[in-house]
């Protein structure tokens, strides 16, 4: 049976590798409202005929693994570190996040695959938990990352984010599976997730222990950002990276942790 996205859009025909393409870039920036629009041609054209999610396979920390050979190889997510259940997600060449509850110690190994699928090894120096603020944990790592693996970026902090609410959203898991939820809606510091039919039930899961902290990805203009971490199970919801308590709190602690590095933001017209 064939799977795809349920979408009054006309689809893309996949390339000769049997992976689909994503559509070209769009010619001018985004605003928070058009995001929709842009971001359902583009999992339509992604999950037309989909039928297998895996991020990465034959997985390794000591050779090269593999990316899957799906739509998640026109995806860039060698800024997640899938060597651990705690997974760690890059905000910077020097700089991670997890979940507070479900953070890694420092001194941990954190591994993270480039395109080539080849491992890159970093040590875990410093921790700064923003428990009080968000279910966040922002860590240092001991060197900086090569520029093969990609640093997310996020949304501009805002409290003006309530037409998000039915965009869809690539959410992971600790089996290096890329899933797609709708966005149920944004509440003060927090982001929910639930399940839509737009999309076929191959590519909706609930999840559980094992997957705090691995992160969602909003489309903007076909780059992944970076938008949340999980805390609960279910669709899922955690922590709203560009509410601007948190986003402030993360930056903070990124220049108390030490290293040069900021937030980094993509571009959004006015409304």
């Excluded at 953070?103 to 009080?132: C, K, M, W, Y």
């Excluded at 780059?223 to 279910?234: A, P, R």
């Excluded at 899922?236 to 509410?243: L, Q, T």
Aim: net charge positive.
């Amino acid at each position: 049976m064939k799977h795809f996205l349920l979408l009054p859009i006309a689809f893309l025909t996949a390339c000769s590798t049997d992976i689909p393409r994503m559509p070209g870039a769009p010619s001018s920036a985004l605003s928070g409202a058009t995001i929709r629009t842009d971001s359902d041609q583009r999992f339509a054209a992604l999950l037309d005929g989909a039928t297998d999610n895996t991020v990465i396979t034959n997985y390794t920390t000591d050779r090269p693994s593999t990316w899957g050979h799906n739509f998640t190889r026109r995806l860039d997510f060698t800024g997640v570190a899938w060597d651990d259940t705690r997974t760690a997600t890059a905000v910077s060449p020097l700089h991670v996040v997890m979940a507070a509850h479900y953070q890694r110690p420092v001194g941990s190994t954190i591994v993270f695959n480039d395109r080539s699928g080849q491992p890159h090894r970093r040590t875990l120096v410093a921790v700064e938990s923003l428990s009080e603020i968000a279910d966040v944990a922002v860590g240092k790592l001991d060197s900086p990352l090569p520029s093969g693996v990609k640093p997310y970026r996020l949304l501009p902090p805002s409290t003006g984010y309530e037409s998000l609410a039915g965009c869809l959203a690539f959410v992971t898991d600790q089996q290096r599976r890329a899933f797609v939820h709708e966005i149920a809606g944004v509440q003060g510091n927090g982001l929910s997730f639930r399940h839509g039919s737009r999309v076929s039930s191959l590519f909706r899961k609930n999840l559980v222990a094992g997957d705090s902290g691995h992160p969602s990805f909003l489309l903007v203009g076909g780059e992944m950002v970076l938008i949340s971490t999980h805390t609960t199970g279910g669709p899922g919801s955690g922590s709203f990276y560009s509410c601007p308590q948190v986003f402030s709190a993360v930056d903070a602690a990124m220049t108390k942790l030490g290293g040069g590095y900021h937030l980094s933001v993509v571009p959004l017209a006015s409304r």
